[in-house]
């Protein structure tokens, strides 16, 4: 595997103040790092970024969840309510490229690090904010996590069975999913900043953020002029037949293929045919056009599961795969995690760590030059506390030390 | 809402070859052209981007699906198969910042104009391509789809009620998550490559990307060594109550208030009992500590619901919201596209299109400076053959005129 990694050096030395928690801003702030950037979480000396805790008052007991948002930055810890605390992080934001937080409505302003303060300190810093809803809604002030913005947003109205209520997407794209946009628009902002130096703040809202990975229903919203349903396994309002999950040998509860044929391409269903031992069909007017196939898809659905209830998941997808069509299991994550192929090309990759134990993860997906971003440890509180103080703003042991004794930050 | 949108030009000059169909691809390209670049679809004369029409054969009858992933594009209609059309996006390779495709495995290579090919034209290029499976995999020749994708990175084993099938998530996170995640990846490139001048080849397959996005089910796979659940409204493994969907009046499909309390903030549930005009059971010892509520949680959800029923979800969430509770109505895409709020912050713009009818759709959701951008037309096929060819190769009007003759571009 580790011929696969290298330290991808996109980002480097851009320096970003990581005032992000849980992870709709983590996952932003970390995908950064996976771009080599410097990213320096500042966290509370008690207790931290409450992501690295599953219960209240527990420190540390998840680990797991943690390291998935954290993974190759530093833990600086500061008192933001000590008055030298909050002057040693308007420092380090003097030095930084970037300024990311998520915190409540008002939060950040309660804590005078307002984008007007902070653009008094550094006129061409990137001040990122990620909040519930947008500024101007009828909700701007509202808490908000990953359910409520995915509630919010229309993906629950989107997902279940069709006779069945609103369910919740299993993906925490309220979350990672905005991440993702405001790191796109972080990095435009960058790039122009090499030539301009100039300074920008941006702002995404969780539920606005949702309305991008809702387009095709948005889409079907357009060509129906009504609300776009529910479609259990199925795509409603796409009028391709075969698509959908097919029941496989053994029949537990993840024992199933999606099979879909394409709408831009009819020789799919020919293939299938022949795959399934059905050659016999081809032809078969009752059959012939995707149309013939969507008004009788029950019959459809029937004669291809016949034929995947005698055959696992795996195989199922690998006949219809090789012969053309597009097919996938539907894996659970213990069998993704157990799949080496994933390790072979550094998408999942092992974090060793000081503290917790080794835990194999998912790393950045995408690779560069054929070689994933190195997955390194997430911090332990107030890890870099020292050296990042040292680094950034030059001040030495005496001087760091005078800090930890007035409490303005952590002891570590 | 003219006010609130802005034209973005942090990527003002560059320049992107945009070889990509349907999806996955367009979704980043498209991402790019919100930040001001200039990206030019390379279409088939014939029939354009297969993301044009609904069904095979069918020229330019779904519309809705092509604006969502092309706005503030520009379309050159090439014959591919043409030598001279080739020679042409070669030309066009030659001045450009990036190439991207997402064409089935193998395809882009008998096209001519592999990763190799392309270096040697423009060593400087950042080479971006989108599989289904990774460079690798057992599946890397395999076609995918969005629901493929996400069949295979495990999003479907997530989704669905505990004692049903796996169940798709209803947006496309297996097209519009894969883009989301190269094009941060390009960007970073990009950043870098103002320095360096250096190109790259850049690769993400669709159900890697899905790994990224099930990083919280992989959390709790690592803290209980088993497959992550599938959890209905709820989320399994996180052990907060009260947490769920709770009905609402009227009763109908989508008539239900998401409610969670948060694992960081206990006092969550004391607020809610005052708005559901229960004070009597605060210091109840029953319902006092998460603990106690997760082991009531039929209870406590039968409380919570008691009260929701007599509400509207809009109303239900106002009330919760305003209490500090953190809440979210279960919203369809005709609500949403009802809401004029989004419109008054940009987020969602109407499209004025050269041939189609206006269409209000979703922009791009993160602010800059308090503005959002501008969205644009999607082009009609071959809009720009004759100004892109001009302004990047600087061919005059004979030139052009005789390409079309021999077919080595589209006529418009």
């Not at 303060?117 to 810093?125: A, H, K, L, M």
Request: aromatic content about 6%.
């Amino acid at each position: 595997m580790s011929d696969n990694v290298t330290d991808f050096k996109f980002l480097e030395g851009v320096k970003i103040v990581d005032l992000t928690q849980f992870e709709a801003g983590p996952s932003c702030t970390e995908s950064l790092a996976w771009l080599g950037a410097e990213v320096v979480k500042i966290e509370n000396p008690r207790m931290g970024d409450p992501g690295r805790r599953l219960k209240a008052n527990m420190p540390d007991d998840d680990p797991y969840y943690f390291h998935m948002f954290n993974a190759n930055k530093k833990s600086v810890t500061v008192n933001l309510k000590n008055e030298e605390g909050l002057d040693l992080v308007k420092d380090m934001i003097h030095e930084a490229d970037i300024m990311m937080e998520n915190f409540a409505p008002g939060a950040i302003e309660r804590l005078g690090l307002s984008y007007d303060v902070v653009r008094q300190i550094n006129p061409g810093i990137i001040y990122a904010q990620v909040k519930g809803f947008g500024e101007g809604s009828p909700f701007e002030k509202n808490l908000s996590f990953d359910m409520i913005a995915q509630a919010c947003g229309g993906t629950f109205s989107v997902t279940g069975a069709p006779d069945g209520p609103p369910t919740r997407p299993g993906i925490t794209i309220g979350d990672t999913g905005t991440g993702m946009l405001m790191a796109i628009t972080i990095l435009g902002a960058l790039y122009k900043r090499r030539e301009t130096g100039e300074g920008h703040r941006i702002q995404v809202a969780m539920q606005d953020a949702m309305l991008h990975y809702m387009r095709v229903n948005f889409a079907t919203q357009g060509r129906t002029g009504k609300a776009a349903q529910r479609g259990g396994g199925k795509v409603p309002g796409i009028t391709n037949a075969p698509m959908g999950l097919y029941p496989c040998a053994p029949g537990d509860q993840n024992d199933y293929v999606y099979i879909m044929t394409s709408r831009a391409n009819p020789e799919h269903w020919d293939r299938l045919l022949s795959v399934i031992g059905r050659e016999d069909l081809i032809g078969n007017t009752n059959y012939l056009t995707p149309g013939d196939r969507v008004e009788r898809s029950d019959e459809v659905d029937e004669i291809i599961s016949a034929w995947t209830r005698t055959q696992t998941k795996q195989d199922a997808m690998q006949l219809m795969g090789e012969a053309g069509i597009p097919a996938g299991a539907v894996l659970d994550t213990d069998e993704l995690n157990n799949d080496k192929t994933f390790e072979d090309r550094g998408v999942m990759q092992t974090m060793a760590h000081p503290v917790h134990h080794d835990f194999k993860m998912p790393a950045w997906p995408v690779r560069v030059d054929g070689k994933a971003s190195r997955l390194k440890s997430s911090p332990v509180l107030g890890e870099h506390t020292d050296t990042v103080i040292s680094d950034w703003l030059g001040l030495n042991d005496a001087a760091i030390d005078a800090l930890k004794s007035k409490g303005a930050i952590g002891p570590q």
